[in-house]
């Protein structure tokens, strides 16, 4: 006696299943090589230290035409100031509406630290490091270059991928530092100079409301971003199929799908560090 299933005389049930399961599968799939390149960080440091040094000094200054500029540095540095100078323009002009223009600095201490901040660099990341590693790991396997890898005998999750990781977690801790000095020195200057504000008023409320635990939970908030970025990307530069464009796909797959859950992450350590208390008491 033979039991015949379900999908076998109803052809179209097949196609509402997989339509089900093929997106938990690729969450399966995806958590697989997360866990399998965070297993292999410590094959990466103590194996692929040459490989992880040239991973650092590219991401950081980049590479060619970058370095004139500074890389991933100038671009940091340039969108925390962008986002600085908002604080100011905002900041200011709402303010003013009710009287106590002079609360700017508080804006600048509190917003640009636990959330502006924090969020800017995440999106630098994403489009400039985050990019350029599906991109190269992409070109590396529609040219079958990590089957080769893999071939000699390297182990090319840990050489490719977590190599990327530990080293956007080591160039992210100065990036932010910059990153996040920009974006007080935009605030403070746009506040002071183009709008007239005294200086003295400024920095009182802005050192009154600058708590040091915020920064080091922000700081913590962009690690955290920086390994969920790198591992996103490099996840699509590994499963990157369909030759140049499918290079480009996949590159745009990750930049949407870091983005989203970089977002997730800020919103989730935001309530579990401030969701309770606000640790914020208004004084000054």
């Keep these: ?14 196609g509402k299943f997989r339509a089900v399961a093929d997106p938990w599968n690729q969450v399966g799939v995806q958590t697989k090589f997360y866990g399998r390149t965070l297993r292999s960080i410590a094959i990466a440091v103590t194996r692929y230290r040459i490989e992880l040094i040239r991973q650092i000094a590219q991401m950081g200054l980049g590479a060619g035409a970058l370095i004139v500029i500074g890389g991933t540095v100038a671009i940091v540095g340039f969108l925390t100031v962008t986002t600085g100078a908002l604080v100011a323009v905002q900041g200011y002009t709402d303010f003013s509406e009710i009287g106590v223009e002079a609360l700017t600095g508080f804006a600048s201490a509190f917003f640009n630290v636990r959330l502006i901040a924090p969020a800017t660099t995440a999106v630098a990341l994403a489009a400039t490091i985050g990019a350029g590693a599906t991109a190269q790991l992409g070109a590396m396997r529609i040219n079958e270059e990590i089957d080769a890898l893999e071939v000699m005998g390297i182990r090319s999750v840990a050489y490719l991928a977590s ?12 990036l932010y530092c910059v990153g996040v000095l920009a974006s007080f020195w935009a605030a403070r200057f746009g506040t002071t100079v183009i709008y007239g504000q005294s200086t003295g008023v400024y920095d009182h409320y802005f050192r009154t409301f ?10 913590a908030q962009c690690i955290v971003l920086a390994v969920v970025i790198m591992l996103v990307h490099t996840y699509y530069g590994f499963s990157a199929r369909g030759g140049p464009a499918g290079v480009g796909e996949a590159v745009g ?13 800020l919103v989730m350590i935001s309530l579990a560090v401030y969701g309770q208390s606000g640790n914020f008491n208004l004084a000054g």
């Design 210 to 219: 600058l708590n040091p635990t915020d920064l080091v939970w922000s700081f």
């Design 1 to 14: 006696m033979t039991v015949s299933r379900p999908h076998s005389q109803f052809p179209w049930l097949k």
């Design 163 to 174: 190599t990327r990781v530990v080293a956007g977690l080591l160039v992210v801790i100065p």
């Design 253 to 265: 797959r990750a930049v949407r799908t870091s983005l989203i859950l970089s977002a997730f992450v």
